[in-house]
T-cell receptor
Framework: GENVEQHPSTLSVQEGDSAVIKCTYSDSASNYFPWYKQELGKGPQLIIDIRSNVGEKKDQRIAVTLNKTAKHFSLHITETQPEDSAVYFCAANEKLTFGTGTRLTIIP | KAGVTQTPRYLIKTRGQQVTLSCSPISGHRSVSWYQQTPGQGLQFLFEYFSETQRNKGNFPGRFSGRQFSNSRSEMNVSTLELGDSALYLC???????????????FGPGTRLTVL
């Protein structure tokens, strides 16, 4: 079945710096890769996604890149702000598999 | 438009008991998925329902079951509770089954289950 690995499990960055979270997947049939943000006491919320026929997608300070050959995709957050502090999950659509999450802390 | 609602938000049970959790999807959404979230295992897929039929099932024991009603509301049941069942149970709804860019999945706030 599908296996999605996510690194790092925790990440602390200075406000204004960039943060990068990486995921690898195993099922080559996966063709859709969403990223979710989960704030304390809330359910995960979709922040950006990418399809397998696209290499990169941007939405303001957030971008996702996909390398199908290597089966990995990454979330990039630039100019980080305190409200970016949360747990971030990657996912692959086959078997609705999620990564184990990255707790991102932005240091003011 | 109201979001996904889950009841109850918090629940405390003892080992051996059973529990039923409820999820009301966003109006018009016909697919409901359930996930278990724990610090050690992260988000794990339990099952997915569409039009009152279970379409997909994760790797969980038979003690975990669910159902969906004709109004798309869904319930999940855990029988013979174990300490390891303590977790946040999340429900998500979408218009149709599966994850896709044309089919965003919206999560509820979850039910925090504690098994003593």
């Amino acid at each position: 079945g599908e296996n999605v690995e996510q690194h790092p499990s925790t990440l602390s960055v200075q406000e204004g710096d960039s943060a990068v979270i990486k995921c690898t997947y195993s099922d080559s049939a996966s063709n859709y890769f969403p990223w979710y943000k989960q704030e304390l006491g809330k359910g995960p919320q979709l922040i950006i996604d990418i399809r397998s026929n696209v290499g990169e997608k941007k939405d303001q300070r957030i971008a996702v890149t996909l390398n199908k050959t290597a089966k990995h995709f990454s979330l990039h957050i630039t100019e980080t702000q305190p409200e970016d502090s949360a747990v971030y999950f990657c996912a692959a659509n086959e078997k609705l598999t999620f990564g184990t999450g990255t707790r991102l802390t932005i240091i003011p | 438009k109201a979001g996904v609602t889950q009841t109850p938000r918090y629940l405390i049970k003892t080992r051996g008991q059973q529990v039923t959790l409820s999820c009301s999807p966003i109006s018009g959404h016909r697919s409901v998925s359930w996930y278990q979230q724990t610090p050690g295992q992260g988000l794990q897929f339990l099952f997915e329902y569409f039009s009152e039929t279970q379409r997909n099932k994760g790797n969980f024991p038979g003690r975990f079951s669910g159902r969906q009603f004709s109004n798309s509301r869904s319930e999940m049941n855990v029988s013979t509770l174990e300490l390891g069942d303590s977790a946040l149970y999340l429900c998500a709804s979408s218009q149709i089954p599966g994850l896709a860019d044309y089919n965003e999945q919206f999560f509820g706030p979850g039910t925090r289950l504690t098994v003593l």
